[in-house]
Structures are given as C-alpha cells and as structure tokens.
C-alpha cells in the first residue's frame, strides 16, 4: 500500500514539473478545476539564548552541529521543543506543510522532526461555516510500515486543530490527512478533507 502510495505521489509531482503547464480536460472538468495549493512559509534561521532563557527555554547544539530551544522543563506541557535548524545550511529542513483548499475551506497537515526518529504533527480544518462535528485521521508511512492517528468529538467552531507530539518516525516519511476526514457544518453539509500530505526523511 505505502510503495503505491508514494510512486503515485512522485508521478505526479513528476509529470507536474515536467508539463510546466496545466492539462485541460472535458469542458466540464475545465469549468470546476480542483484547486492545490503547497505553501512554503516562514523558515527557522538561528536562535537568541537570551530571548530563549527570559521564557523558559534553553538552546542545545547537538553532535552533528545541530541545535534546537527546548523547555527548561521537560514536564511543562505549555512549552514545545523547537523545530532543528541544520548547521551547514542555517535554514529549519525539517519542517515541512501542506494546505489543500476546496469549496468550503481547507485542510492542512504540518511535520516538525523535533528529535532522533520522532515528529511532531499539527493538523486541521477552516471552514466557512461553524463545525458541530469532525472525524479527522491521518496515515503515516515509514520504513517501518504504516500507522494512523485520529480524532473525533464535538465543535462550535469554524476551525479546529490538534497536535499529535513526539510518534516515531524512521527513515522515509509519508504523513496525509485522510480524504474520509471530514468537518459536518451548522447548515448540515459535510465538508471532505482533500487530502494534505508531506514528505519527509526522519534521520
């Protein structure tokens, strides 16, 4: 399942960047295109010790040159370890985020590798109208095989998101919102998630 998921995810991004134009189709598939969007934000570059200290937090150089602001302590579950910024690059490589947009809103899925083998996931929704209900799931594939991660319950909000904090992740890492999440509005529609992933390779 997890080699024909991927080979599918690299044909595609293949014959994108090979066409370097868009492929029309049926003129009713042409008058409601699906719309896909990968947004590359804000990268981590460097660290302020001093800034870092004054809230808790303390910046730590691992072996590889590597560093990271973790909390001072461990047990305050308010604070998170930041994302890792590689030494030879002075850029974060190891974040990575997908936003998927539809008729009703959208759906994102973002991976933050916060140690040896572990990720940190947030993923979610907004939609146009208030939600009074989700089942959201989210598949994982590594080199160890395939996982999932889930959420369901109650909201009176037109968005919602949760972490999923330090899962193992070893090697090649394959991380999606499954297309059956979904978000059942106040007007009784059901809003479908379109399917966010990113790929990441967890050392």
């Known amino acids: 399942m997890r080699g024909k998921k991927l080979a599918g995810v690299f044909a595609v991004l293949l014959a994108t960047v090979a066409g370097g134009a868009t492929v029309l189709g049926s003129p009713a598939a042409a008058s409601t295109p699906a719309t896909y969007t990968l947004q590359r934000g804000m990268n981590t570059t460097g660290f302020d010790a001093k800034v870092a200290a004054a809230h808790g937090y303390k910046i730590v150089t691992y072996a590889d040159g590597s560093q990271q602001s973790v909390p001072v302590n461990p047990s305050d579950k308010s604070k998170k370890?930041?994302?890792?910024?590689?030494?030879?690059?002075?850029?974060?490589?190891?974040?990575?985020?997908?936003?998927?947009?539809?008729?009703?809103?959208?759906?994102?899925?973002?991976s933050d590798i916060v140690g040896t083998h572990k990720v940190n996931i947030r993923s979610g929704y907004k939609v146009k109208e208030t939600s009074v209900y989700h089942g959201w799931s989210i598949y994982l594939s590594d080199n160890n095989g395939?996982?999932?991660?889930?959420?369901?319950?109650?909201?009176?909000?037109?968005?919602?998101?949760?972490?999923?904090?330090?899962l193992t992740q070893v090697g090649s890492s394959f991380e999606e919102v499954r297309t059956s999440s979904y978000a059942l509005l106040i007007d009784g529609e059901v809003c479908t998630s379109g399917g966010p992933y990113v790929l990441l390779y967890v050392s």
């Open 81 to 110: 370890p930041s994302t890792i910024v590689h030494p030879q690059s002075g850029v974060n490589l190891y974040t990575a985020q997908d936003t998927v947009y539809g008729d009703c809103g959208y759906s994102f899925i973002e």
């Open 146 to 166: 395939d996982s999932y991660q889930g959420n369901s319950g109650a909201n009176a909000s037109a968005s919602w998101s949760k972490w999923w904090d330090n």
